[in-house]
């Protein structure tokens, strides 16, 4: 069931792991044309401004190595997509290689000198397209993810959520190859973005992304601020629902 914002106030506890661990490691995620990008963007440039050291990146991507299979992966107008299709499993290992790039030499430094990474899609895209929507059992999916990852995982996520058609309609840049899957299997990606939000409560919020940028930001903002001035300084986090 899709979570909106509520007026309640959640805590998330760390898990011990986490909380051992300097800084603090947020993700957005979400189908194309939620928005996530233009919010990860404000919301590190609000949190520089606030004076915290903040890492903004994105996934695949985010390293020399990372940006390069961003663009072979993407790319629709590489002649071997159509001559030689990736295979789901082709698609797994490109994603698990950038990550792994991403996460030894630019997150976990990033984290232990106690910055703020806000990183534009992460492990829960991999279980949503190449798990939900491309059908690679997830388990293997975690297993491979917790290998390639170091057993790194986000304390808070961002789930930005709309309509599959809305998405589609809002997507302002030319259509990468993802883009161009039918719409049943942008469908699919976003059940199992929902899904993982259920199954991970205490860590998704999803956040209902068919409103203004301006509103959405804002929104961001009055969750995060208690978290921050109290949950950096005790290693527990408080998030207040609006
Ligand atoms: P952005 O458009 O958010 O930058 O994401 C790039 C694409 O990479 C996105 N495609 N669409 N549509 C989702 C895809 N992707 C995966 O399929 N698996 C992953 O693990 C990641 C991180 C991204």
Redesign the pocket.
């Known amino acids: 069931m899709h979570r909106v914002a509520s007026q309640q106030t959640q805590k998330i506890a760390l898990k011990a792991s986490a909380s051992r661990r300097k800084g603090l490691f947020i993700t957005c995620e979400?189908?194309?044309g939620s928005g996530?990008?233009t919010q990860a963007r404000a919301l590190a440039r609000y949190l520089q401004s606030k004076g915290w050291q903040v890492l903004e990146t994105?996934?695949?991507?985010g390293t020399p190595v990372g940006e390069w299979i961003?663009e072979m992966?993407?790319r629709p107008d590489r002649n071997w997509h159509a001559t030689d299709p990736f295979t789901p499993e082709c698609?797994?290992a490109l994603?698990?290689a950038?990550?792994s790039q991403h996460v030894v030499n630019q997150l976990l430094p990033a984290l232990q000198q106690g910055a703020i990474v806000i990183c534009?899609?992460?492990?829960d895209?991999?279980?949503?397209?190449?798990g939900f929507?491309r059908g690679i059992p997830l388990p293997v999916l975690q297993r491979l993810i917790r290998w390639a990852t170091r057993g790194l995982t986000p304390d808070v996520t961002f789930l930005f959520d709309l309509p599959v058609s809305r998405g589609l309609q809002r997507r302002w840049?030319d259509a990468?190859?993802?883009?161009r899957?039918p719409a049943a299997f942008?469908q699919r990606?976003r059940k199992g973005f929902l899904t993982l939000a259920q199954q991970h409560a205490r860590r998704i919020h999803t956040i209902n992304a068919d409103r203004s940028a301006r509103t959405i930001s804002q929104h961001l903002i009055t969750l995060l601020e208690p978290l921050l001035t109290d949950g950096l300084r005790t290693r527990r986090l408080v998030i207040k629902r609006l």
Do not use: C, N, W
């Open positions: 979400g189908i194309e996530k990008s994105r996934e695949p991507g961003r992966f993407l698609e797994v994603m698990l950038a990550r534009d899609r992460f492990s895209s991999t279980l949503a397209y190449q929507g840049h990468d190859r993802l883009d899957e942008h990606v």
